[in-house]
């Protein structure tokens, strides 16, 4: 079970922290991601990260602004997120699944790709 949380509303250019704890499953050896879908858009891969070496990866529109970590001792998977603009808002999802591919292409996987979700944080950016 992975449970999101951290999500709320923030005004432009503010900073906000995601988290992602994962129960009955430790996190030694997955791809971890964080995914993101705004109204009438599709789910994006936002920024992954391999809980075996910490590799990580993040798209462009977030790339210098959104930093991954984990946790494995507590099975947890954060999300900084800072600079943020109207364009982030979405439901942001974590999701987990087997490192099959290297970090950048699990990334990129359509998000069906991905085995297991938590039930999402709202994200809202807006004066």
């Known amino acids: 079970q992975l449970v999101e949380s951290g999500g709320g509303l923030v005004q432009p250019g503010g900073s906000l922290t995601l988290s992602c704890v994962a129960s009955g499953v430790t996190l030694d050896y997955y791809a971890v991601g964080w995914f993101r879908q705004a109204p009438g858009k599709e789910r994006e891969g936002v920024s992954c990260?391999?809980?075996?070496?910490?590799?990580?990866y993040y798209t462009d529109s977030v790339n210098g602004r959104f930093t991954i970590s984990r946790d494995n001792s507590k099975s947890t998977v954060h999300l900084q997120m800072s600079g943020l603009t109207p364009e982030d808002t979405a439901v942001y999802y974590c999701?987990?699944?087997?490192?099959?591919?290297?970090?950048?292409?699990?990334?990129?996987?359509?998000?069906?790709?991905?085995?297991?979700w938590g039930q999402g944080t709202q994200v809202t950016v807006s004066s």
């Open positions: 999701a987990v699944t087997p490192p099959v591919l290297p970090i950048e292409k699990m990334c990129r996987l359509d998000w069906r790709g991905w085995g297991h």
């Open positions: 990260i391999s809980t075996r070496d910490g590799l990580t």
